[in-house]
Structures are given as C-alpha cells and as structure tokens.
C-alpha cells in the first residue's frame, strides 16, 4: 500500500488565492521530508527540505515567502503556495526517505495546481 | 538544480526488445538511483547503486556505474508495454539528502 499521501490531488484556483498540500507518511515517522515541483515534460526539481520542529531549508531561486513549509508532525508535511499565478501552475511532489537507509526515498503522488 | 543529462531524451521500442537510458552527473556521489513515473504520477524507486559499486541487477533491470566517467546506464530487457514510462536517475550526496534528479529519458514500449 501507499507509504506517502498527498492531498489533494488536484486543485484548481484563482489567480491569487493561496493552496495548501500536504504530504502524510503513513508507515513512519519523517523528520525531514522533501519538496519537488515538476513542470510539464521535464524532471523533477528540489525546491525545499522540510525539517520537523525548525525552518524548512529552501533551494537558492525559491521564495520562501511564497512556499511557506511547515512541519507540523513527524507524518505530517504542508507546502502552501500562497498567492498563486499562472506560472506557479506545476506538479507539486513531496518525498520522505526510506527510514532504514536514508538514501532512496518515498514518493507521494502529487498534487497538480492548476492557477488560472 | 539540476546533475546532468540523460539520453536518449525519449526512445521508442518493441516489445521484446531492450531498452539502454544512459546518465550523467556532475558531482561526488554516495548513491546512484533510478526512479520511475507514469505519466501524471508519483514517482517509484527501481533500483540504487553505490559508488562503490559497478553493476547491480534486479530482475529485468541492470544498472552500471562509471564513477571515473561520472555516468549510470540502466538496461531493461525484454520490455514490456507496461513499461511505458518515464525514468530518472538521481543522485544523492550524502545519506538522508535530498535526490538530485537528472533529465529523463521517456519510454514508449508498443505491442
């Protein structure tokens, strides 16, 4: 079954208005979980390390102000896209490692934000 | 950011037939891994490659390493239709960081 959760998956708002996704991890607990955006046709890019109990570290060229992290819980990760234009239209992933290892990781199955 | 490229950029084979995605990456690595997508989805772990290490297998999958060369070939044989997809190597620094994703490679399998 589903080690990582996204809600939701899909959403679609006005130019604007903030959204907010989270990312669950259903079988462990995360203290650090991941954030990457995937446009169409091409890979995915970090965008934020989110760190349970302190600040998300952010990726040189992504405001921190506009992808404001938090990580409320050790399963519980929120990404919220505040004020959101048509160009922060994109497929929003998170991840969270594999806790044995630390090295390959969980995927969610993302959340595609449509701004109009 | 970004580690490199991967090539071919999309690759179109029959079923039956094997198909080679090759990678390349600009940095020191502890780990080399492939992720595969379908299309609109979320992403699932292949297969993970040490630095150390220079070939490694898993059942239709084999995956090479050229440190020296800064590259990572993933082979899959006899595709299938239900490969179709696309595939991704990533590389991870040190232990417990983030992936950093290469381009891709899209596969299309036909029947």
């Known amino acids: 079954g589903a080690v990582v959760s996204q809600h939701p998956s899909r959403v679609i708002c006005k130019s604007g208005t903030s959204v907010k996704i989270e990312c669950r991890s259903l079988?462990?607990?995360?203290?650090?979980m991941f954030w990457y955006r995937q446009f169409p046709k091409q890979s995915l890019m970090l965008m934020a390390t989110?760190?349970?109990?302190?600040?998300?570290?952010?990726e040189q060229g992504v405001e921190k102000d506009k992808f404001l992290i938090n990580h409320a819980s050790l399963t519980l990760s929120t990404l919220t896209v505040t004020s959101a234009h048509p160009e922060d239209s994109s497929f929003y992933i998170c991840?969270?490692?594999?806790?044995?290892?630390?090295?390959?990781?969980?995927f969610g199955p993302g959340t595609r934000l449509t701004v109009l | 950011s970004q580690q490199g490229e991967e090539d071919p950029q999309a690759l179109s084979i029959q079923e039956g037939e094997n198909a080679t995605m090759n990678c390349s990456y600009k940095?020191?690595?502890?780990?080399l891994q492939w992720y595969r997508q379908n299309s609109g989805r979320g992403l699932v772990h292949l297969i993970l490659?040490?630095?150390?290490?220079r070939e490694k297998h898993s059942g239709r999958l084999r995956v090479t390493l050229d440190t020296s060369k800064k590259s990572s070939s993933l082979l899959i044989t006899a595709s299938r239709a239900a490969d179709t997809a696309s595939y991704f190597c990533?590389?991870?620094?040190?232990?417990?960081?983030?992936?950093?994703f290469g381009k891709g490679t899209t596969l299309s399998v036909s029947s």
């Open positions: 991840s969270v490692p594999k806790q044995e290892t630390y090295n390959e990781q969980f």
């Open positions: 940095t020191s690595i502890n780990n």
């Open positions: 989110s760190n349970e109990g302190s600040k998300a570290t952010y």
């Open positions: 079988d462990f607990q995360a203290t650090t």
């Open positions: 490659i040490r630095s150390n290490e």
């Open positions: 990533a590389t991870v620094r040190q232990a417990g960081t983030a992936l950093i």
